[in-house]
């Protein structure tokens, strides 16, 4: 045991984030488990997204100044509401309403100009100019210019410390470590132009055009080496060209937005959003006087419940990034096999996995991508037990005797037992055993992470099909486990997403990336986790897909 735990301290800046898919499964099924009520929405097409229940608005009763607000439930309120320093969903939320992008992503997955009229991308995919839409003002007034989108953009990287995309401009890491004059990569030939250069071309730079824009003036004086200082100083808020400004109340556990005067489009009934972060005790009462209009609740909350039995809430299923899967062990000379791998994958229906309790945590994944996607493929590998059975019936002749795949668990994880048997069910009617093991934590770690003493193995992988460097952990060893897959198909369809530098040929790159994958099977997908969108059934013109869809529309949402 002690040897075990020397191991263990000598590995743990590796196994940290190892742990932590270990355990994501244990903390999901903490509240209200054994709930058997089936979850699953269906999609009807008016908002892209799954309904669970329609809403009834009838017990409803507002006045016209309750009419004209609109109440936001946020649970992680901290009051940095700054583009540059939201790191709560909440104070994203937030930020969302007010500051709008240079493009926006659709549910859909593509981006779109929102205050860029288009974007260029050079041919070696460098420079993007972008060119401004004509007409955009800020709330105070103030016409949008190209100086306050590089102003934006340096301010992403300034408190980022440089982050996705933004490091990569050409000269930012000598303007973090001394901001006292532009970088390089960031220039505005004129009012309406700004040309964004990079070091080298990578999909990654895409996420620099999603930038959301504030007032620039804070690099007013750049020279002085003050920029950063003053930004921090509107950390709490900042001025924007969306449809709504910082109301006097805006601060800590609370913001209160008010129409702008100044936006471009016409705003229609709600003139106040307020978000609010109102105590556990006094949801209920809140609920029962209708004083919330919408709420992003995940499916282990213990407020969940008192939500879902509202019944004014118009009810979605909002899919995450988050994928539940099977990794197979390639020292196992069965699973270093195709066709068995589309054997356990086939097997599995994952609308029947994940019936009752599961579905309150997770909606069905065939493929690796979120669905109805543009990053999707047209080969995902459906449930369909009697081929799941003849690939294992011809696995069989050329290796006769039982086939057994070895699941560890940890022990008194009720979901992650769930899961497992599901799939022990299953995949045993294809005629492959599972034998689930229920391990206590410290032998889980050792067995599956020192020892590799598993076939198969749960865990949580996140794949943003946005971010298509997130899909170079497909074609490598995960958490230093030997489940890596070396197919050469797979490993050059990653290499081309890799180098993809505009929004359709990331697109597309990611979605052969996704084609591959069905082929060759690296992990077998099970579920992706999800949230509840809860939307007041008095409310109409929104649109959900994706979540901050709705937030960016909130001035077209109309009250019955």
Request: charged content about 20%.
């Amino acid at each position: 045991m002690k040897k075990i735990r020397e191991l263990l301290q000598k590995r743990s800046r590796l196994l940290l984030p190892v742990i932590a898919a270990a355990c994501l499964l244990a903390a999901l099924a903490v509240w209200h488990w054994g709930d058997i009520q089936s979850y699953l929405g269906t999609f009807l097409g008016q908002v892209d997204l799954a309904t669970v229940r329609e809403g009834d608005a009838s017990g409803l009763q507002k006045d016209d100044a309750r009419r004209r607000t609109l109440n936001i439930y946020a649970e992680d309120l901290t009051g940095a509401f700054n583009p540059a320093f939201a790191a709560s969903a909440g104070d994203r939320a937030v930020s969302s309403a007010v500051f709008e992008p240079v493009m926006r992503r659709t549910g859909k997955g593509a981006l779109f100009p929102e205050l860029a009229s288009r974007v260029d991308v050079s041919d070696d995919g460098l420079a993007y100019t972008v060119r401004l839409r004509h007409g955009v003002r800020f709330s105070d007034g103030d016409e949008l210019t190209s100086r306050d989108v590089c102003a934006s953009i340096a301010a992403m990287a300034l408190a980022s410390g440089g982050g996705r995309g933004y490091a990569g401009i050409r000269g930012m890491e000598g303007f973090l470590a001394r901001p006292v004059d532009w970088p390089e990569g960031l220039s505005m030939p004129d009012e309406d132009t700004a040309v964004i250069t990079f070091d080298s071309a990578s999909p990654d730079n895409l996420a620099v055009l999603e930038t959301r824009v504030q007032k620039g003036d804070f690099m007013d004086g750049l020279a002085d080496g003050q920029a950063f200082t003053r930004l921090q100083m509107r950390a709490q808020g900042g001025v924007g060209t969306g449809a709504y400004v910082f109301g006097a109340e805006s601060m800590g556990g609370q913001a209160v937005l008010t129409r702008s005067d100044t936006y471009r489009r016409g705003i229609q009934d709600i003139g106040t959003v307020r978000f609010t972060s109102v105590s556990f005790y006094d949801v209920p009462e809140a609920l029962e006087a209708g004083d919330i209009d919408l709420a992003l609740v995940s499916g282990e909350s213990p407020l969940f419940q008192s939500f879902y039995d509202a019944p004014q809430f118009t009810i979605y299923e909002k899919p995450l990034n988050q994928l539940y899967c099977l990794e197979m062990n390639r020292n196992h000379s069965a699973l270093r096999r195709s066709d068995v791998r589309r054997a356990v994958s086939l097997a599995i229906d994952r609308d029947a996995l994940l019936e009752g309790g599961l579905s309150r945590y997770m909606s069905p994944a065939a493929g690796l991508p979120l669905p109805h996607t543009a990053f999707c493929a047209d080969n995902e590998p459906d449930y369909d037990g009697k081929a799941a059975r003849a690939l294992v019936d011809a696995y069989y002749q050329q290796a006769p005797g039982a086939l057994t795949l070895r699941l560890p668990i940890v022990e008194g994880n009720e979901l992650q037992r769930a899961l497992a048997d599901g799939v022990r069910r299953q995949v045993g009617k294809a005629g492959i055993d599972v034998e689930v093991v229920a391990l206590a934590q410290q032998d889980y770690l050792s067995e599956v992470f020192l020892q590799n003493n598993f076939d198969l193995y749960l865990t949580a992988l996140s794949l943003d099909g946005a971010d298509a460097s997130a899909y170079g952990q497909l074609t490598g060893d995960r958490d230093s486990l030997p489940v890596g897959i070396q197919d050469d198909a797979l490993t050059q369809a990653v290499s081309e997403a890799m180098a993809a530098y505009t929004p359709d040929r990331a697109a597309y790159a990611v979605q052969a990336v996704n084609r591959a994958a069905n082929e060759t099977l690296p992990v077998v997908p099970l579920a992706h986790g999800k949230q509840f969108l809860m939307v007041s059934a008095d409310l109409k013109g929104y649109s959900a897909s994706p979540f901050t869809g709705l937030l960016d529309n909130l001035w077209n949402i109309r009250v019955r």
